[in-house]
């Protein structure tokens, strides 16, 4: 009963003939001890698309990237890790990783991106959790974009503002 339940067992690892670990085929080790199952459907981060893992891995020189992937819905190359956490997250913990990526708006398509998010049920949560950590990075000095266009806005005019009283003075 034991030797049908580890023949059973998907990430089951057997000796070889010289004693040394082999490989099982159905998993692949992403970085160091994240083991994820080729057939296990993960959403890439960028679409929020849903796929087998396996369609998310890419070749290199030394034959499949164990590190890198690209999605196969929307072509963004990707940090394997970032499935596994795709794979174990919630909308707060979402978040959290766009809010700390750098550049993630410019990598997505907003539209489909929105719509796969309200598909999930993660809409109001998502924006909950993001306006605040928005906000306390904004209390934390740490100036957001919308500050910055309107610090931006008023030095501008400001600055005309000089011109045309000097401009009253000189006439």
């Avoid at 670990?21 to 296990?40: F, M, S, Y």
Wanted: net charge positive; charged share 30%.
């Amino acid at each position: 009963m034991r030797s049908e339940n580890f023949k059973s067992d998907r990430f089951q690892t057997s000796f070889s003939s010289i004693g040394g670990l082999k490989p099982n085929p159905k998993v692949v080790q992403v970085a160091h001890e994240t083991l994820v199952p080729l057939d296990q459907n993960v959403s890439c981060p960028f679409c929020l698309g849903l796929s087998e893992f396996r369609r998310f891995l890419v070749s290199n020189k030394q034959g499949i990237s164990r590190s890198m992937g690209k999605c196969c819905l929307c072509g963004q190359g990707l940090y394997l890790k970032s499935l596994k956490m795709m794979s174990e997250t919630d909308a707060a913990k979402y978040a959290k990783w766009v809010f700390e990526y750098g550049g993630f708006w410019k990598k997505i398509n907003f539209n489909i991106w929105k719509g796969r998010l309200k598909m999930m049920g993660w809409t109001q949560p998502f924006w909950d959790e993001y306006q605040k950590l928005k906000g306390e990075a904004s209390e934390d000095g740490n100036e957001g974009f919308m500050d910055y266009i309107d610090r931006k806005q008023r030095e501008e005019q400001e600055e005309w503002t000089k011109k045309e009283d000097l401009n009253e003075i000189r006439s």
